[in-house]
């Protein structure tokens, strides 16, 4: 389930502490280069009502920015044909079910935790093991009142009503892929990760929220990252290989005369391959905002 917890974060610790002179900061950075910056900002892909408003960062970066870049054109991506094109590319062949992918062991525990849920088996079989995982997760983040609109969503909303450009890091396929690369990964451990976090998912769920709030990367770190590095294939799909793409990207928003603010899962901020650590190496100055 953490590795899940990565695309609310791609796509989510510890109580983080107060600056000085009652200051907090939140996960937004301004990176700066040759007298020209842009604006970095971590996400949480869903939230409850509760969690807005967001903090103050969020908005002064955006007002300050004349376009807004994402993952990927989110527009795009929850426009019909790419809501489609992703159930399709999750779907498995016909002829084909989830249980034929898992252990009967698993399966039986799989099943067990649909009725518990009083979601039918049938809504998850038909679906490749990584994205039957996020339904499941859905379902949880649904109970416990925590799947509204996220940061991106939200932000995405605003750029609409006052005509803001909106682009994406990496386009609609090179998005969907990296699902279809966690397909790949052995589907028991997949299944057996969701089922076995699902358990504690309120508690992370906070935890998450409250590093991701006041921008303690360090313990985004620590909670999610070490979890995840358990899992190699998983961690270059989710964060090494995407950071190090989007790298150019970021690069090339310098060379516009206009502002950009960038909104990128938090996890994606934090650790040797972070984002943070990669503007840094390449001659970035990173100056964290405060509320």
């Known amino acids: 389930m953490r590795h899940l917890f990565t695309r609310l974060l791609s796509p989510s610790l510890l109580l983080a502490a107060l600056f000085s002179l009652n200051l907090q900061a939140a996960s937004v950075w301004q990176v700066?280069?040759?007298?020209?910056?842009?604006?970095?900002?971590?996400?949480?892909?869903?939230?409850?009502?509760q969690d807005y408003p967001l903090p103050d960062s969020y908005d002064k970066a955006f007002a300050a920015s004349d376009r807004l870049v994402f993952e990927t054109d989110l527009a795009e991506l929850t426009s019909a044909a790419g809501m489609t094109k992703l159930i399709q590319q999750n779907t498995l062949p016909a002829q084909?079910?989830?249980?034929?992918?898992?252990?009967?062991?698993?399966?039986?525990?799989?099943?067990e935790?649909?009725?518990?849920?009083?979601?039918?088996?049938?809504?998850?079989?038909?679906?490749?093991?990584?994205?039957?995982?996020?339904?499941?997760?859905?379902?949880?983040?649904?109970?416990?009142?925590?799947?509204?609109?996220?940061?991106?969503?939200?932000?995405?909303?605003?750029?609409?009503?006052?005509?803001?450009?909106?682009?994406?890091l990496?386009?609609?396929?090179?998005?969907?892929?990296?699902?279809?690369?966690?397909?790949?990964?052995?589907?028991?451990?997949?299944?057996?990760?969701?089922?076995?976090?699902?358990?504690?998912?309120?508690?992370?769920?906070?935890?998450?929220?409250?590093?991701w709030r006041v921008g303690d990367i360090s313990a985004l770190e620590?909670?999610?990252?070490?979890?995840?590095?358990?899992?190699?294939?998983?961690?270059?799909?989710?964060?090494v290989k995407r950071n190090h793409a989007w790298m150019p990207h970021l690069q090339q928003l310098l060379a516009q005369d206009d502002v950009s603010m960038v909104l990128v899962g938090a996890l994606h901020m934090a650790g040797d391959d972070g984002l943070l650590t990669l503007l840094k190496q390449a001659g970035f100055s990173l100056k964290q905002l405060n509320d």
């Open 32 to 49: 700066s280069k040759d007298g020209r910056h842009f604006y970095l900002a971590g996400t949480v892909h869903l939230l409850s009502k």
């Open 96 to 111: 084909s079910t989830l249980k034929q992918h898992l252990s009967a062991e698993v399966y039986q525990q799989l099943a």
């Open 113 to 168: 935790h649909a009725r518990s849920r009083q979601i039918p088996i049938s809504a998850i079989e038909s679906f490749k093991p990584a994205f039957a995982s996020m339904m499941l997760a859905t379902v949880e983040l649904q109970r416990l009142g925590a799947a509204e609109a996220g940061v991106d969503m939200h932000y995405l909303q605003l750029a609409q009503l006052q005509a803001k450009p909106i682009s994406g």
């Open 170 to 211: 990496e386009t609609l396929d090179e998005h969907l892929a990296v699902m279809t690369a966690l397909n790949e990964v052995d589907a028991d451990t997949l299944i057996m990760s969701a089922l076995k976090d699902m358990k504690n998912i309120e508690t992370m769920l906070e935890q998450m929220k409250t590093a």
């Open 222 to 239: 620590q909670l999610f990252q070490a979890d995840l590095k358990a899992f190699p294939d998983m961690y270059q799909v989710l964060l």
